[in-house]
């Protein structure tokens, strides 16, 4: 039997060959379908919510209740879709690793430390747009790998590295880039709480269900089936959020000129800082196209829990990272052209 990350042109039907078949269009049309258009689907969400808490704000109130269990089932069902048990084989393919960790977890932290500082004057949003920026995508950005012809079996062999380098890291950076005083208003109990409850959990339980279903053909498509739920349930969390927070972004109008600007030069620099390793380890196209996907999607609605946590004077910390992942949409829907075409082109 071939290796399963030892070489990703034959791989093994074991484990989550059923992901695999359906990143190469083997699965249900319809889901490809709801995937394809997944961006459109958060776009009319965001609206949807903004309109609901503008006309009807005493109504909300169930969304705001709604929020916690959505979101951690959201982070259930994504965690369920990286193969967790499989962190050792996913090291085989060295080059192109090493490029994606230099480049996630040694150079865009200093990005974001740049940016952070030069557009946030209030420390609320220089903490959001830290906490948004620090950590990578573990989920869509397979499925931007593969829109923009990416090689997907790289990206996801490169999900449970990086889930966990992130998740470790997260607290390193934080201590490196934020003042004492800051710090200390971050770190207490109630973030501790939601770190545990809504990352640690979910983590635990999905690394749990991928073992109780490795090696067993019918667990293994029960979790498969899962795959159609990130998608609306991430509709549905986004659709709360603007519905609940809408207020608070009317009353952020200001910053959001900033924020923009911040999260618009940090799609450029990490599609230049893809392109720049991709050449620097010698990657060709394909796996280039997954690098510029991974480094310029973040993992928005992992840290969102924790900024949710935080005192009420940290509210824009929370519009920093809902306006990160909006921004971030409209960037990947312009990446899937971008990308394939004149970034990382097969000539290239």
């Known amino acids: 039997m071939v290796d399963r990350w030892g ?55 169930v969304l705001g209740a709604m929020l916690w269990p959505l979101l951690g089932a959201l982070l259930y069902v994504t965690f369920t879709q990286v193969p967790l048990t499989q962190l050792r084989g996913a090291w085989r393919d060295r080059r192109f690793m090493v490029a994606a960790v230099v480049g996630n977890f040694l150079l865009l932290p200093l990005v974001a430390w740049g940016l952070a500082s030069l557009f946030a004057n209030q420390p609320a949003v220089r903490l959001g747009i830290l906490l948004v920026l620090l950590v990578p995508c573990t989920d869509w950005f397979i499925t931007f790998s593969h829109l923009g012809g990416g090689k997907t079996p790289y990206a996801i062999a490169f999900s449970p590295i990086s889930l966990l380098l992130q998740l470790a890291l997260l607290p390193l950076y934080l201590w490196l880039f934020l003042d004492q005083s800051l710090l200390i208003a971050v770190v207490q109990r109630e973030l501790l709480l939601a770190f545990a409850g809504l990352i640690l959990l979910p983590l635990l339980l999905a690394f749990i269900t991928e073992k109780w279903a490795q090696g067993k053909r019918r667990r293994e498509q029960r979790i498969t089936r899962l795959a159609w739920l990130p998608v609306p349930l991430l509709a549905l969390v986004v659709f709360s959020i603007a519905a609940t927070q809408v207020n608070v972004v009317i009353a952020s109008l200001s910053v959001l000129g900033g924020l923009l600007l911040a999260f618009t030069c940090f799609l450029l620099v990490a599609a230049l800082l893809a392109r720049l390793l991709a050449h620097t380890f010698t990657l060709p196209a394909v796996q280039g196209r997954v690098l510029a996907f ?5 993992n928005s609605f992992v840290v969102l829990p924790l900024a949710l946590s935080l005192p009420a004077s940290y509210e824009l910390a929370v519009v920093a990272i809902v306006f990160q992942s909006l921004v971030e949409l409209i960037g990947m829907a312009i990446f899937l052209w971008w990308v394939p075409k004149r970034l990382f082109p097969m000539n290239a």
Do not use: M
């Open 294 to 298: 991974s480094l310029g999607t973040r």
């Open 7 to 61: 070489s990703f042109e034959k791989q093994p039907r074991s484990d989550y060959a059923t992901q695999a078949d359906h990143f190469k269009g083997t699965s249900n049309l319809t889901r490809q379908t709801l995937e394809k258009y997944q961006v459109l689907a958060y776009l009319a969400a965001i609206a949807s919510g903004l309109a609901l808490g503008t006309t009807l704000p005493g109504r909300v109130g």
